[in-house]
């Protein structure tokens, strides 16, 4: 009998239910996009926050202090200390190795052009007076074998998205060269390295994409203290790299004979905004402590992380990126939960006032069931189970549109669309059986004090 | 019908009247769902404008975003590694405000060299020197934290009077901050001494603070910039000028543009790593609050649209009434429109100022600033209330169709 009259109910006025669960979908639709856009945000923004670059800096633990005036280390080669590059491939296995987006291992020395230059057809022109510059030893777009059998793209390129480079950049490995060897055949040298050069050195010395440049080494004891490279691409940085000449790691090593070292690393990671938690120093946590700590990506645990995998080093937060962005991010996802707080509350107040309505124009029917003998429990009872029917199938329809709205406003503004969260669907529908409930809360009470017979009089 | 005379429209407001008294606990429920659009309606229009400002403030954190340099010299300049120097007046010569957005714009004159620093204290030897940059710098309110943003808040207040004793020295002792890794590597704590030396020239410098940025920075000593310019011999001059610029990018664009105009002879940049990351953001930001706020305002007004239609449903009793008596359609649905329009003006007056207020403790929540509340989103949120209430009327046009028989028979 019971479950008649709620079906009774539904089928007798289809248009009226079929307002109220449109009100109530409609509500729920507003809730699921905010929610789950608001839930997807913090990664998004956090991923957009590398266009700023690199978060951690890592380098010697025994270093003599950089010399560093305009990006440039003034610094002699054999002054400071310097780190093996063979242990880079490690970073991708620190436990936050999914956070790490990027790094670049830099080796910053003082170089000069010679007093020439090397024309197209590789006559030396000897016009051109001898300039000193800064070289730039570092990755570009290096495919990095992991321990675990994958490869890793990464570089300056990846570490610094503002970089420009007209042209391409420099590939790592020398191309092999086709020599033909009289009469027998032929056989593959390594030709000449590729190299960037910066735009304002290039204007400097009229340097143009695949025109080739000496560069030497000279205060630097090594076999080989002068290298030639073809210019592949003209660098923008609107830094002091405008005015250097970048090459491959490998190439600056063997010009400066520090065969498989680096002075610097530029490690750009995703990381959670620093809570005061995060600021406390590691060594005076308590073991739990230390674990939570640890376990979430706060910029200063992945520091730590890092240095266990690379010993010998210091690794320190730039503080200009990493505040910024904890700032940044902290405002932005306040104010989004702030509106969807918001968002949420009107929904819930319209969603609560259309329930109530149903309810209080039923009046009549609850007179006429009281009249024949039913208990208040009874009717309250009945009109729930209906309202919560009706919470179901429209908070169950509101989930589905509101995921296609949150993937809409995802896909426009970060051109990724949010995933679908269970946590939502739950979270909706537990709020829509709440606010229908709480909203026909009210009427009931009233309802279960009316008197049947004044109602059915029609007073 | 007679035309309508005053007897009429005193009969029509009579009759709008009693429609809103009729069931309290409706009038209450429409009030709240009018009420609850109107307030996240002019909650969000007032926070939506204040909020892109304030959040374009926030990129300040990120320190100085564009340098003054001195300009290149021709083309064949033998040494690029030669340090050029700028007149350091022109540092009073840039304006100090923005005049496209609000905030100040921070600056600081920088003149850079390399010295050897050494821990000079009265009691014992001089200890060993060793090479450092050192950075003498002016800058407004003697804060750096706007150009190098570092972890230590703001700077301590300086104490002018501390007295030095140890051997005499060429010029007045001074202050200086250091970066953390120099301190760790001197082993020297605030209020020491610390003795700088280029070529011939010395000074004695007392530390006021150590510094964390994570830069470049942390290993560098800041002088005050007379005293680096005594110890480079390079009166007047300063390296290059570091400015933060507040506002959003294309703010900061003619920002640029206009200084131009007034320091040609120096090259003028933006740092490119902050002002296209910002300018990014920025826009994934103002994207992402725009979308959510035409979404929320798109289906509050659905929402609402929605539970209005449901009340409206059930004045077919009443239509069916006042047509059975002789009223005309349109003067019925004029009646009703009359209702729904009350009823809009009401929730929207009432919603709209809960959420003028709504917005300022949001914008004291997120920014511990008070929202600024803009006047003209009242009137605008009252209208779009109203408009919202006399849309969700518009299913009574089918009631134009009822027929008084058929409801007074019960056929619903």
Same mark, same amino acid.
């Given at each position: 009998m019971f479950l008649r009259l709620v079906a009774d109910s539904f089928t007798r006025r289809p248009r009226r239910k079929v307002l109220t669960a449109a009100a109530l979908s409609l509500g729920m639709a507003v809730v699921t996009a905010a929610l789950s856009v608001s839930l997807d945000v913090g990664d998004r923004l956090a991923s957009e926050f590398r266009s700023l670059g690199a978060n951690l800096l890592v380098t010697p633990q025994a270093d003599s202090l950089p010399l560093e005036i305009g990006g440039v280390d003034y610094r002699t080669v054999s002054a400071g200390a310097y780190l093996p590059e063979a242990d880079l491939p490690k970073l991708k296995t620190i436990f936050w190795h999914n956070n790490i987006i990027a790094f670049a291992p830099v080796l910053e020395v003082s170089a000069m052009f010679p007093n020439m230059t090397i024309s197209k057809y590789g006559s030396p022109n000897r016009s051109i007076p001898a300039m000193q510059i800064p070289l730039i030893g570092t990755w570009a777009e290096k495919h990095l074998q992991l321990s675990d059998g994958g490869t890793f793209v990464t570089g300056i390129a990846k570490t610094n998205p503002w970089f420009h480079v007209e042209g391409k950049w420099f590939s790592e490995e020398r191309h092999l060269e086709r020599i033909e060897v009289a009469p027998t055949g032929h056989t593959y040298l390594p030709g000449t390295p590729e190299c960037v050069v910066g735009e304002k050195l290039a204007s400097r010395r009229n340097l143009q994409v695949g025109e080739s440049v000496v560069v030497s080494a000279p205060k630097v004891q090594s076999p080989q203290n002068m290298q030639s490279c073809d210019i592949t691409g003209i660098l923008s940085s609107g830094g002091p790299e405008d005015d250097a000449l970048l090459m491959p790691l490998r190439e600056v090593q063997e010009l400066v004979n520090k065969p498989g070292q680096y002075r610097k690393l530029y490690v750009s990671a995703l990381t959670k905004p620093e809570d005061d938690f995060a600021r406390r120093d590691p060594k005076t946590m308590k073991a739990d402590e230390f674990e939570r700590w640890s376990c979430s990506p706060y910029v200063s645990s992945i520091a730590f992380s890092i240095q266990e995998v690379l010993p010998g080093t210091d690794v320190r937060v730039i503080r200009r990126v990493a505040e910024g962005e904890g700032t940044i991010l902290t405002r932005v996802r306040a104010l989004l939960w702030m509106v969807t707080l918001a968002a949420l509350l009107a929904a819930a107040l319209a969603v609560g006032a259309s329930s109530a309505a149903s309810v209080i124009e039923r009046r009549t029917e609850i007179g006429l069931m009281k009249a024949l003998g039913a208990g208040s429990g009874t009717v309250g009872f009945l009109l729930a189970a209906e309202q919560l029917l009706l919470a179901f199938v429209g908070g169950g329809i509101g989930y589905s549109l509101g995921i296609i709205l949150a993937r809409l406003v995802g896909q426009k503004i970060f051109g990724v669309a949010p995933a679908p969260s269970l946590l939502v669907l739950v979270a909706v529908l537990v709020l829509a059986a709440g606010v229908t409930l709480l909203g026909s809360a009210l009427p009931l009470r009233r309802a279960s004090r009316y008197e049947p017979a004044p109602i059915l009089r029609g007073e | 019908m007679s035309a309508p005379g005053s007897g009429n429209r005193a009969m029509f407001w009579r009759i709008v009247r009693r429609l809103l008294g009729a069931n309290r606990g409706r009038l209450f429920v429409i009030l709240l769902a009018l009420g609850a659009g109107a307030a996240v309606t002019a909650a969000l229009l007032n926070l939506q404008v204040d909020a892109k400002r304030r959040i374009a403030a926030q990129f300040r954190t990120l320190g100085g975003n564009v340098l003054i340099t001195p300009h290149q010299a021709n083309a064949d300049a033998p040494q690029a590694l030669e340090v050029k120097t700028l007149d350091a007046s022109l540092f009073d010569k840039i304006p100090g405000r923005n005049r496209n957005s609000d905030g100040r714009v921070a600056k600081a004159a920088l003149l850079y060299g390399i010295g050897n620093v050494s821990v000079s204290d009265s009691h014992s030897a001089p200890g060993s020197s060793i090479p450092v940059v050192f950075v003498g710098y002016r800058s407004t309110a003697h804060n750096l934290n706007d150009i190098f943003p570092s972890a230590d808040g703001a700077d301590p207040e300086r104490r002018p009077n501390i007295a030095y004793v140890g051997p005499p020295v060429p010029v007045l002792p001074t202050w200086c901050d250091i970066g953390e890794q120099l301190a760790t590597k001197l082993r020297v704590r605030p209020e020491q001494w610390l003795e700088v030396r280029v070529n011939g020239s010395s000074l004695l410098c007392n530390v006021n603070k150590v510094r964390h940025s994570g830069g470049a920075e942390d290993s560098q000593i800041f002088l005050p910039l007379p005293a680096a310019q005594y110890l480079l011999d390079e009166p007047g001059r300063a390296s290059m000028i570091a400015l933060n610029v507040p506002g959003n990018p294309a703010n900061i664009v003619q920002f640029i543009s206009d200084l131009r105009q007034i320091t040609p002879d120096a090259e003028i940049q933006p740092v490119r790593q902050f002002t296209e990351g910002e300018a990014k953001i920025y826009g994934r930001i103002s994207g992402l609050l725009s979308a959510t706020v035409v979404v929320v305002l798109l289906l509050t007004g659905l929402c609402v649209m929605a539970a209005m239609t449901n009340v409206a449903m059930e004045r077919r009793n009443d239509v069916g009434l006042m047509k059975a008596i002789g009223?005309?359609?349109?003067?019925?649905?004029?009646?009703?429109?009359?209702?729904?329009?009350?009823?809009?003006?009401?929730? $929207?007056? %009432? $919603? +709209?100022?809960?959420?003028?207020?709504?917005?300022?403790?949001? $914008?004291?929540?997120?920014?511990? @600033? +008070?929202?600024? *509340?803009?006047? %003209?989103?009242? *009137? @605008? +949120? @009252? +209208?779009?209330?109203?408009i919202v209430a006399i849309l969700s009327a518009y299913p009574l046009r089918h009631l134009a169709s009822v027929r008084p028989a058929s409801i007074f028979r019960g056929e619903a």
């Open positions: - | 009223g005309a359609t349109r003067r019925v649905l004029r009646l009703f429109l009359a209702e729904a329009a009350l009823l809009g003006l009401a929730g $929207g007056a %009432i $919603g +709209a100022a809960a959420g003028i207020f709504l917005s300022i403790w949001l $914008g004291k929540q997120v920014f511990g @600033v +008070a929202t600024q *509340p803009r006047l %003209i989103v009242y *009137p @605008v +949120a @009252v +209208a779009l209330t109203m």
